[in-house]
């Protein structure tokens, strides 16, 4: 089978290595034709780090005229559209980094674009594709959660006072650059909400100005579901969590990676005022690796993605939504 001709776009994400040695884990699939750094001295900085060290560095021109099928854009995060709309321009198929920047109509663009060439746009959402939260999902749609009314998806970290205020020129600050994953988890248990309230705050501890404690609220029919990423929370890794709870059944993780941890409580064995919950084991598994292996089915044909250009717009209109922006989640722009 023919391999995948990849490119790898920007260095500042902080995926970005992550991303490259997961492709790498890959040669029978993926063929990297280079990487393009964003300055000489950025370059420099990176060249030397086991990731890029074997890999040929390129200009843009130069990616672009490798005939590469596939590009991941893994830049500063308020530049991924618009070093994706390169590739979208010229045909090619692209892995985006999260978020989709700061304009939704700019990202809406790209997906109209990519939607009337057929190109497959995957966004780096990972978590769709943990195999733990694939299972909630499974059992919600199969019905044995009963009416899922509520999903409380949490992600915080303990970042230093500078990568703190390095957040400041992003919408929302923390909401938009980690709370987008919890977004995206709520979004895909509940659909599109009738009202969102965003909380998101400055803490001010350090001195730090940017908006450093992300809140959401998402008001639906029957319930309401909250995303949330804060900055300061000591140990705050090990307490990642995403909890579904349905009339006949509570699907909770915790922590949601290394190690992802599972809890099932059905109703028929639980109690009011007892812990009754049961752990699920799921094989280990790599954080990017299931992804980047669906970009590859989608890339080649084999299948239709099935996050669509509706389903990501619609995604990132909640992340920006819950950024504080004025948006319009009833829109379509143009889709």
Same mark, same amino acid.
């Not at 200009?59 to 530049?79: I, N, W």
């Not at 650059?177 to 705050?201: A, Q, S, T, W």
């Given at each position: ?27 029978? &699939?993926?063929? &990297? ?11 420099? +900085? ?41 590739? &979208? ?18 990202? +809406? ?187 590859? +089915? ?38």
């Amino acid at each position: 089978m023919k391999k995948i001709r990849i490119g790898h776009l920007g260095t500042y994400h902080d995926h970005s290595t992550g991303m490259l040695d997961t492709i790498k884990k890959h040669p029978d &699939i993926f063929e &990297i034709v280079g990487y393009v750094p964003e300055s000489e001295e950025r370059c420099n +900085a990176v060249r030397n780090q086991d990731c890029y060290r074997d890999i040929p560095v390129m200009t843009e021109a130069e990616l672009f005229s490798s005939g590469c099928d596939a590009v991941e854009v893994e830049g500063y995060e308020l530049d991924l559209v618009r070093q994706a709309r390169k590739c &979208i321009d010229r045909g090619i198929h692209v892995h985006i980094d999260k978020p989709a920047g700061a304009d939704v109509e700019e990202f +809406a663009a790209l997906l109209r674009e990519a939607k009337t060439k057929g190109l497959t746009v995957q966004m780096s959402y990972m978590y769709r594709y943990n195999p733990s939260i694939k299972e909630a999902l499974r059992r919600a749609r199969a019905g044995e959660l009963g009416q899922v009314y509520e999903v409380d998806a949490l992600m915080n970290t303990h970042h230093t006072p500078e990568k703190r205020e390095w957040m400041k020129p992003f919408p929302g600050g923390i909401m938009f650059f980690l709370g987008c994953h919890m977004i995206d988890l709520v979004y895909l248990f509940k659909g599109m909400p009738d009202e969102v309230i965003p909380l998101n705050r400055c803490s001010g501890m350090d001195g730090v100005t940017a908006v450093d404690q992300g809140c959401a609220m998402l008001g639906y029919s029957d319930g309401v579901s909250i995303a949330r990423a804060t900055s300061t929370e000591v140990g705050g890794y090990g307490r990642r969590q995403l909890v579904i709870c349905g009339s006949r059944a509570t699907y909770e993780i915790e922590p949601l990676e290394n190690p992802t941890r599972t809890f099932y409580t059905d109703v028929s064995y639980s109690a009011a005022y007892a812990n009754r919950r049961r752990e699920l084991e799921f094989p280990d598994f790599g954080r990017y690796d299931k992804m980047m292996l669906e970009f590859a +089915a989608c890339v080649r044909g084999e299948r239709v993605n099935p996050f669509t250009y509706e389903y990501e717009l619609n995604v990132h209109k909640l992340v920006m939504k819950a950024c504080g922006a004025d948006v319009d989640l009833n829109s379509r722009y143009g889709l």
